[in-house]
Each structure stands twice: as C-alpha cells, then as structure tokens.
C-alpha cells in the first residue's frame, strides 16, 4: 500500500532530495524525476510534471518495474528509464535523473562521440568502490529522444556490454542518470559528476 510508513518515509526523502537538488540548479521548472528501490518488485518515483522545488510526499507515486502505477498518481513519462535500471541489476536502489548545466553541456561538447571518460581527478573516488584518483570512468551518452521504451531498451544493451563499474549515462542535450545502493549514494555520485562535468568544461 502507498500509505504504509515505509512508503511514506521514503517519499519524504525523495520529496527533500528533490529540493535540495532544485536549490543546486540541477531541477529546473518541472525537469528531472527521482526514485528509490521499495522492494524487489516495486519502486516510487515523483509524479509527471511536478516542480521538484516545491515537492511533497505527496508528488510521489509508487510504481512496479514496468512502471505501472501502484497508488493515485501519474507516474514521470520517463518511469522506465528508472525501472528498467532496477530490473538490470539489484544493487541500484536509487536513481536521480537531473539537468544539471555542467553536465548538460558536456553532453553537447562531446558531438560524434558515445561516452565521455573522466580519468585523473581525485574526486573520482567518490564513487562507489574506487579507492584512487588514478583510474578512468566512462559515462555513456545517448541520443535524445522521446520514445522512452527505445532509449530505455538502448540503455540497457550498452550497459550490458559495457566494462563495470558503471555509474551513469548522460542525454545529450537532456540531463544525466546516476544511481547508487541508496538515495544518499546515488546523490553522492550526482554532486561528484557534475563537479567533474564543469571541469572538463573548464579544460576546454
């Protein structure tokens, strides 16, 4: 039920996530969605065209890994972007997708290619079991588009034939993807990208 305290917990996390995130620029207007792993079958995501600076509980909708609704509410248009990550591996358990401008750019500058890799920085080690600056990331990138199915089917052929470990992709002109094993984690490796994203930026 969308009404149980687990529930309810969760969609307050994600609700105050999602303030935080508009507060950094990363949420503009009504872009962006974010969702966290409920259970094996299910995961609640923030409803289609909510303001993520002024989001509540409330605008958080509980999903099973078709992106189905759950509970009352219109789930993102972009649900099986999220989904089908949880489906793809067990240890995501967050997902935030945003429109962070470094990022965003990043996207656009890397004209013709299919990934940008980040080598050197010692913020890599924010990432989830990297242990020194002395390693290389790629980041996939993919066309937008709005046929979601298609680009969640693209995403995830590239992911599996892609070397681990892997913590995102980016949209060209669109946004980024980044999960985590929880919603702080996954916020981690956002904030740690996009930091990376305007440095590569300023070396051009």
């Known amino acids: 039920m969308a009404t149980d305290p687990g529930f309810l917990s969760t969609a307050a996390a994600i609700a105050a996530v999602g ?5 950094l620029g990363w949420l503009p207007a009504t872009s962006g969605n974010l969702s966290v792993r409920l259970d094996r079958d299910s ?3 923030t409803v289609s065209g909510r303001h993520k600076g002024r ?11 078709v992106g189905e609704p759950l509970s009352p509410g219109r789930p993102s248009a972009e649900t099986l972007l999220h989904t089908s990550l949880y489906r793809w591996s067990e240890d995501i358990g967050a997902v935030l997708h945003t429109h962070g ?4 750019v990043l996207g656009l500058r890397h004209a013709g290619r299919d990934r940008v890799v980040l080598a050197g920085y010692e913020l890599l080690k924010a990432f989830a079991g990297i242990a020194t600056h002395a390693t290389r990331l790629a980041f996939p990138i993919f066309e937008n588009t709005q046929d979601i199915a298609a680009l969640s089917d693209d995403v995830l052929a590239r992911l599996d034939g892609a070397p681990p470990p892997c913590y995102g992709y980016l949209i060209r002109g669109h946004g980024t993807y980044v999960w985590g094993r929880d919603l702080d984690e996954a916020r981690r ?3 740690a990208l996009e930091y990376l994203a305007a ?6």
Not at 19 to 23: K, P, S, V
Not at 101 to 104: G, K
Not at 199 to 204: D, G, V, Y
């Open 19 to 23: 303030r935080d995130l508009y507060g």
């Open 43 to 45: 995961c609640a995501i």
């Open 55 to 65: 989001l509540t509980a409330g605008d958080i909708v509980r999903v099973d890994l």
């Open 101 to 104: 401008p470094a990022s965003t």
């Open 189 to 191: 490796h956002l904030e």
């Open 199 to 204: 440095c590569e930026l300023a070396l051009r």
